[in-house]
């Protein structure tokens, strides 16, 4: 069932930055960080789990036999600092174990501990309950909008981010 907005919610925006998209992704991220946060402890997978473990979390639980760290990045989006702070919280944590790749000595695969795999059903049940409350306010058509906007975002910013890393942008 669909809320009637408050007020609040269909007001028009006064303040000149708060009409920059910038603040609503940062409004965004702060409160499905909150409800994240909610959620974890909720399904009691806090404070074993932790926001931005997701990804490396649901990619290993895709792959059953376990992945290499270059292959977790290409497959999560991460950098690959980003990947080894997640990598060492998790280990600590007794979710993740690494071990040497038997075809290739210099790499490492990581695989889910016990621990790691029992937390399955609860994340993709923390999982479900996230999305369906983010897409709830939104009509099939609306949703699609949306998606294809944002990713059309993210890949713009994933471009200028690449350009600006690499001096291709000059001021």
């Known amino acids: ?40 402890m909720k399904h009691k997978l806090s404070p074993t789990l932790r926001p931005g473990m997701g990804p490396v979390l649901f990619a290993l639980f895709q792959a059953k036999e376990g992945m290499r760290i270059k292959e977790l990045g290409a497959v999560t989006d991460l950098a690959p600092s980003s990947i080894t702070e997640l990598l060492q919280r998790m280990e600590k944590r007794g979710l ?3 071990s040497a790749d038997k075809t290739d000595g210099r790499a490492q695969i990581i695989t889910l501990t016990p621990k790691g795999r029992s937390l399955e059903p609860g994340c993709r049940k923390l999982s479900k ?9 939104f009509s099939s058509d609306e949703l699609t909008t949306f998606k294809t906007l944002w990713w059309k975002l993210i890949h713009h910013l994933m471009d200028e981010t690449a350009s ?5 942008k000059q001021e």
């Open 129 to 137: 309950e996230l999305n369906e409350g983010m897409e709830s306010p």
């Open 1 to 40: 069932m669909k809320q009637t907005p408050s007020t609040s919610e269909t007001a028009p925006v006064q303040q000149e930055h708060l009409k920059e998209i910038s603040f609503f992704v940062n409004r965004l991220d702060c409160y499905y960080s909150l409800r994240l946060e909610a959620l974890l």
């Open 164 to 168: 600006v890393k690499s001096g291709d």
């Open 96 to 98: 993740i174990k690494r």
